[in-house]
């Protein structure tokens, strides 16, 4: 088992209230981690800490280690921009930048210098395709990305973190605005994508864990109660806890 | 007592329209006045040719320089002074006691009476720098004058572009220069110009503060070091002094007709540039 | 970028930061350095409460002039303030978009003409009206009024209807639902939520109005003198300075540049309510 | 009109003789006296024709800002309107170059045309308040005057002698706009450089003596 991230008593602050209780987790490279919990449980946190977005909101304070590949990225030393480019992040709510679908893909690319049109093609329509996008879009490359639909939006912004070719994929909740059709696009997206990049998906829709996630973790109020493959958790949780969320008691 | 609010507001809009209407009047009668009387006066040897005894006869083609020369020269140092000032106020600080102070200290500029800036200008750039009553002098002073102006909209500007387009770019490896560089700026642009305009146009009817700094000289400057008129002290001069009332007409219908102009060129190359990013 | 890195740009970006800040601290400088000596010499007492300005014997009263500077500046208001934002709220949520789209540039150009502009007609055609119909000698405080209210209209109007569109639909459609009227909507609900905007604008205003030079030189007539009635003559702080600095010396100019030190902790205060309004304002949303 | 005469004083700076001469374009600004100005213009305009190498450019400003610049060299020529130079002007040279005549003016439709000294300075005093007491319509009079510090109100005063002005006086800050005003209002009264002096308005005759330039110079 080739293990990417091993978070170890990871605790995170906004201000004075504690979003994360000293979490300990390690996420498989190759495979997709599922998170769900109810709202205010932490996952989004902990998303947020692994390629440190959660530094952008003031007062915000993280303690622990988190090793990837046996590096500690929450250390200070740590170049935290190097960090972003290696650990993608897409949002809950699609956010294309008010640019071309072209501009969108290539923008990460962009920024960390590469400017060949080839290349930048190239890249393009590959992680288009990863997303499968490609076809949908291909002829338009020049419309604005705010032009087209939710879940072609979604999937653009996909495709925006592939074309980095980064390291993991973090989902925070992609499909919670989304259409049932949509969302089964990106889940075969990212059954796909597993081969290439480790994965973390948060998702609020239980089902959706059950149907793509090879190991799923179950967080409550900032604290992780219980982590293993995904059968294990749905058909014979440890924890109380766990079996009320997923059986659909509580949450 | 309770009015039936059928009449309530059958009266509030009867008030409502008719000061809107008396507004208009106004406003329109004052752009009307000064056309009337200008536009006979107006045409292409008035803009092209010199005035001829202080202005009396003659045209008014070196206060059109002036008046070019002298707003281009102040927004040129005010623009990125204020537009970067207004960046590290929105994206690169937390509301602290500095950044209360450079507030502070911007809406007191921005209230400063434009007699005062003459004055300053008069000691400081005029007098103690030695440049002299010059487009130097003249363009740093009202430079001064509009930086709360471009300071205020474009930090109103930058505020208002999405949170989330910045934290996309950051997600995507952006530092937070190029995160201002490529989203912030290019998506705050509108407001910015919005800015930039305004200060355009107060450099342009500026008089007290441009007599005391720029001077009042008819030639045509050769270097910043000369002074120069604007079209607005030129009117302010003929109309003052009698010299003219004819071309003092003339003068103020080419001022409006060249800040119209000016706004419709804005406001065209803005919808240009939205209606190609969108 | 790649030459000064993002911590140069951060020290770049707050120097020019301090841009404003330090213009404000220069203009205060040489103003106060010209001008202060000569309060403490005179007596701030008698200069600032004095009624006596007459520079040739030595009278350096500016009394009248800071009563003249807060009429002008208050009548400024009562006409420029109800109709400014009775128009900014007709075409907000009244008139047809159309209107909107057509009037509110035409404004905003107004914004930009000269204010000697509107001096001269003033001078031309409001003073004789009121000299013909109200007697006085027609340049007068009443004139000085009605030419900085029109002054100030493109900024009451512009920034309120700002403020205005700014108050999420929701609001309004919430109000109509229940029954309400438009003008019921629109007093309860839209002007409530836009409030702080049209304030703002009121103070933009003011300030301008208090300022303004050239324009007010030209309608209200300059004597030294404390109005009786709206038909006098009056003379604003900002007035004495831009008649007076071209031929005074001595002890006058240092008046005068005391006067501008006035004008300044005037315009201070003033900042200084409306910033902690604002506040106020804010701390109880 | 007032017999006595008033001098426009022009104050040169000593060292311009020396830059005066210099290779390629020299440039000159003279500033100060409004009243001098437009006469500064035009004796600007013919230099200039004469010596095509040599920029003069003219400022306005007043006699204050004419004394002040040419003393700190923002200006190498000041021009002054001063029946005596003040303190500032120390170190500088003066050479006076016009003599100019104050002029009483009332608008062409005003009845009235010659009026006493008394009289005249009991109008600018206060003391008469209304055209018919020195026979003329009955309205009311407006006072126009220069403000402070002005070279022409300080002549007027220290030929006048024993005056304050009223109150309620209209202030004007130059010439030109004495002029104006008391052409648009048929009621003032005011007082400027008699070579301003234009079909718009009517200069009256004090004592008895019109107004002319050989009246100046006597």
């Known amino acids: 088992m080739n293990i990417k991230f091993k978070i170890e008593n990871l605790s995170v602050y906004f201000g004075k209230e504690q979003f994360l209780n000293s979490v300990n987790l390690e996420v498989e490279a190759n495979k997709i981690l599922g998170i769900i919990g109810p709202s205010g449980s932490g996952k989004s946190t902990l998303l947020g800490a692994l390629n440190r977005m959660n530094e952008l909101e003031p007062y915000c304070r993280t303690e622990g280690t988190i090793l990837m590949d046996g590096v500690d990225i929450n250390s200070s030393t740590y170049n935290v921009i190097n960090l972003r480019k290696k650990v993608g992040i897409v949002f809950a709510m699609p956010v294309p930048l008010p640019m071309s679908i072209y501009e969108n893909v290539v923008y990460g690319v962009r920024l960390s210098g590469v400017n060949d049109k080839k290349r930048l093609d190239e890249l393009v329509e590959k992680s288009l395709s990863e997303a499968f996008l490609w076809n949908e879009v291909k002829d338009r490359l020049n419309l604005s990305g705010l032009r087209i639909s939710g879940g072609q939006q979604q999937r653009l912004c996909l495709a925006r973190v592939l074309a980095m070719e980064p390291e993991a994929i973090l989902l925070d909740e992609p499909s919670s605005g989304l259409d049932p059709i949509s969302t089964s696009k990106i889940e075969d997206a990212l059954n796909q994508l597993k081969e290439k990049y480790t994965i973390v998906l948060v998702t609020n829709n239980t089902k959706q864990a059950a149907r793509i996630s090879d190991n799923t973790a179950y967080f409550l109020l900032g604290d992780m109660i219980e982590v293993g493959s995904t059968k294990q958790i749905f058909t014979a949780p440890l924890k109380k806890e766990t079996d009320d969320y997923i059986t659909g008691r509580f949450g | 007592m309770r009015i039936n609010p059928k009449y309530t507001q059958w009266g509030a809009v009867t008030i409502l329209t008719s000061a809107t209407i008396f507004t208009i009047l106004i406003l329109v009668f004052i752009i009307f006045f000064i056309l009337e009387k200008g536009l006979p006066v107006l045409g292409l040897s008035f803009l092209t040719e010199n005035p001829q005894e202080m202005g009396k006869a003659g045209g008014i083609f070196p206060t059109l320089i002036g008046t070019i020369i002298l707003p281009v020269f102040a927004l040129l140092i005010a623009t990125p002074l204020g537009i970067s000032t207004s960046v590290y106020l929105a994206e690169y600080t937390k509301e602290t006691r500095i950044t209360k102070v450079i507030r502070f200290g911007t809406d007191c500029l921005a209230g400063i009476p434009s007699i005062i800036f003459g004055l300053f200008g008069y000691i400081f750039f005029v007098i103690t720098l030695g440049f002299g009553w010059s487009i130097l002098s003249g363009g740093l002073t009202l430079a001064v004058m509009v930086l709360p102006t471009i300071i205020r909209t474009s930090e109103e500007a930058i505020r208002a572009v999405p949170n989330s387009y910045r934290k996309v770019s950051f997600s995507l490896g952006a530092s937070r220069w190029q995160t201002v560089k490529k989203v912030v700026l290019p998506n705050a642009l509108p407001g910015i110009v919005t800015g930039i305009m305004l200060s355009i146009g107060r450099s342009i009817g500026e008089t007290a503060a441009v007599i005391f700094t720029a001077g009042s000289s008819l030639r045509i400057p050769s270097s910043v070091f000369d002074s120069t008129r604007t079209m607005a002290v030129h009117f302010y001069i003929l109309a003052r002094e009698g010299i003219s009332s004819e071309n003092a007409y003339g003068t103020a219908a080419t001022l409006i007709i060249a800040v119209l102009f000016v706004n419709l060129l804005a406001y065209y190359t803005m919808h240009r540039f939205i209606a190609k990013r969108s | ?285 | 009109m007032f017999k006595r005469v008033f001098i426009l004083g022009m104050l040169l700076l000593a060292g311009i003789y020396m830059t005066g001469c210099g290779r390629g374009k020299t440039s000159i600004t003279l500033a100060g006296s409004t009243a001098f100005q437009p006469f500064a213009e035009k004796l600007a305009e013919q230099f200039m024709t004469k010596n095509p190498n040599v920029n003069v450019t003219v400022q306005g400003g007043g006699s204050a800002v004419g004394i002040q610049s040419a003393s700190s060299g923002a200006a190498q020529i000041g021009m002054a309107d001063l029946v005596t130079l003040p303190e500032e002007a120390k170190g500088l040279t003066s050479t006076v170059v016009a003599k100019d005549g104050i002029a009483i003016v009332v608008s062409p439709k005003n009845k009235v045309n010659n009026l006493t000294t008394d009289q005249v300075r009991d109008i600018f005093n206060g003391k008469i308040v209304n055209w018919k007491e020195v026979g003329g319509d009955d309205v009311p009079i407006t006072v126009v005057s220069r403000e402070a510090g002005s070279g022409t109100r300080s002549s007027f005063e220290q030929i006048l002698t024993n005056i304050t002005l009223k109150k309620d006086a209209l202030i004007q800050d130059s010439n030109g706009t004495i002029r104006e005003t008391v052409a648009n209002d048929a009621n003032s009264v005011g007082y400027l450089s008699h070579g301003l002096i234009n079909e718009k308005i009517k200069a009256i005759k004090i004592d008895d003596v019109e107004c002319t330039s050989e009246m100046i110079i006597a």
């Open chain 3, 1 to 285: 970028m790649k030459l000064v890195g993002e911590k140069g740009v951060q020290r770049i970006l707050m120097i020019t930061a301090l841009s404003a800040i330090s213009s404000l601290l220069l203009i205060a400088l040489f103003i106060f350095s010209e001008g202060l000596p000569f309060i403490f010499k005179y007596g701030a007492g008698n200069f600032l409460l004095a009624n006596e300005w007459d520079p040739n014997t030595g009278h350096f009263g500016i009394f009248p002039m800071i009563m003249s500077s807060v009429w002008v500046t208050l009548g400024a208001m009562v006409v420029g303030a109800p109709l400014g934002i009775a128009g900014a709220i007709f075409l907000s949520e009244y008139a047809s978009p159309i209107i909107m789209k057509i009037v509110k540039p035409t404004i905003e150009l107004l914004a930009a003409i000269p204010s000697v502009v509107y001096g001269f007609i003033g001078v031309m055609v409001l003073a004789p009206v009121i000299r013909n119909n109200l007697g006085g000698p027609g340049l007068s405080l009443l004139a000085g009024c009605i030419i900085l209210g029109i002054m100030i209209l493109p900024t009451v109007i512009s920034i309120s209807i700002d403020s205005i569109l700014a108050v999420p639909r929701s609001y309004r459609e919430g109000s109509l639902a229940l029954g309400a009227t438009t003008w019921q909507t629109t007093h309860m609900v839209t002007i409530k939520a836009a409030r702080s905007g049209i304030v703002a604008s009121i103070i933009l205003g003011l300030g301008r109005a208090i300022g303004e030079t050239m324009a007010v030189i030209m309608v209200a007539g300059n004597s030294v003198n404390i109005p009786n009635s709206a038909l006098d003559s009056v003379r604003t702080l900002t007035a004495n300075i831009a008649l007076e600095m071209s031929y005074a010396t001595g002890m006058h100019r240092e008046a005068l540049f005391a006067t501008g030190v006035i004008l300044f902790i005037i315009i201070m205060i003033l900042n200084s309510i409306a910033s902690v309004a604002i506040r106020n304002r804010n701390a109880k949303k």
